[in-house]
């Protein structure tokens, strides 16, 4: 009894997203003492919807975002329920609720309460709670002698709270801050400007003329719910080389128009593409992508975001030379169904990939 207890560790985990609450029920299962720290009113992360963006900026540039989800209205998951969820906790259909092989994202939270609620997990949760720096306690100490100053602010009350955890799990997500492409005129460019990143519902966009900019995932769902309403759509992407599906809704829709990427924006509102072609827009949504940030965290340059990858990290998860009082969980963007798991560790086929991404 007394070496279980040496082994013990407080543990802070942030974030209570599908990471997040797997990895508590883990630790705990191991004995572990844990913290979750979560800066929302319930579980749930990415796909906790958030109606209210008004407040955020529109280009995602703040360090600390209010808003964690990127979820639209519309959003359905783009795999079947039968391989999402966890190994031994499965995305059964439920009476009452959303029954169809590809529900909307309401239901998959409904999925994550069920699964804390089943494993008691709600106890351990800071809900409203910040997380503003994550640093490593001066000592001499390395690998599992290492510690970990955790500061908080609770977002209703402002009070802050620094603790000192023995190892942190970083399960914070990876669709919150949005990734800009760097295109000629951005900053002059005086009419709306927005990341995919705080789209909701269509009907802020009647009869505009919208360029949206990505014709992956989220930029096809989005041009496909403003075609009803939008004047018109004009859909800039990468390549012309378009998938069959693309090209027939673009020939059903005389309002929904393909080009090449953009070459400037100008004052006058014109978004000139590179095949010199243009028109004047009243709005411009970025469905370019994510990029992952730690803006609390300090671990002194060991570990850094570097063309968008976070590393060094073992398996996706430990900085060997911090490792284990530091991970990571939910790194990779895309995770494969058939990759072999430790024993310990549940598979997680939650997809990643839904159509809210690109």
């Avoid at 609620?117 to 390395?142: H, P, Q, W």
């Avoid at 004047?280 to 970025?286: K, L, P, R």
């Amino acid at each position: 009894m007394i070496s279980e207890r040496k082994q013990s560790k407080y543990v802070c985990v942030i974030g209570a997203g599908p990471s997040g609450l797997v990895t508590t029920r883990e630790l705990r299962k191991e004995g572990h003492c844990v913290v979750m720290m979560e800066q929302n009113h319930d579980v749930g992360g990415q796909w906790l919807y958030d109606p209210n963006v008004e407040g955020e900026d529109p280009l995602g540039r703040s360090k600390f975002s209010e808003v964690h989800s990127s979820i639209y209205a519309s959003l359905r998951l783009a795999s079947p329920r039968e391989i999402v969820g966890f190994s031994d906790f499965p995305f059964v259909v439920k009476k009452g609720r959303d029954t169809r092989r590809f529900p909307g994202h309401r239901e998959l939270l409904w999925y994550l309460e069920d699964f804390c609620e089943c494993f008691g997990l709600r106890e351990t949760i800071r809900f409203n709670t910040r997380v503003e720096y994550v640093g490593m306690l001066d000592s001499d100490e390395v690998g599992e002698g290492l510690k970990w100053v955790v500061r908080s602010r609770d977002v209703e009350s402002e009070k802050v709270v620094e603790e000192v955890f023995d190892a942190v799990v970083v399960a914070t997500g990876q669709y919150s801050h949005p990734r800009l492409p760097s295109i000629k005129g951005m900053e002059a460019w005086k009419r709306k400007q927005m990341h995919s990143h705080i789209y909701r519902v269509p009907h802020p966009f009647h009869n505009e003329v919208v360029v949206v900019v990505g014709n992956a995932a989220s930029g096809q769902d989005i041009c496909i719910e403003l075609v009803g309403v939008a004047k018109e759509i004009h859909l800039s992407a990468k390549s012309l080389d378009i998938s069959e599906g693309l090209s027939k809704i673009i020939s059903k829709h005389h309002n929904l128009h393909l080009h090449p990427q953009i070459e400037s924006l100008h004052e006058d509102g014109r978004v000139v593409f590179v095949d010199g072609s243009w028109v004047v827009a009243d709005t411009i949504i970025y469905c370019t992508g994510y990029s992952y940030s730690f803006p609390f965290l300090d671990t002194k340059g060991i570990v850094a975001v570097d063309d968008d990858r976070v590393g060094p990290l073992y398996e996706h998860t430990f900085p060997p030379s911090l490792a284990p009082s530091l991970s990571f969980v939910g790194i990779p963007r895309k995770v494969k169904g058939k990759r072999k798991l430790k024993k310990k560790n549940p598979s997680f086929n939650i997809s990643i990939s839904v159509p809210l991404y690109c």
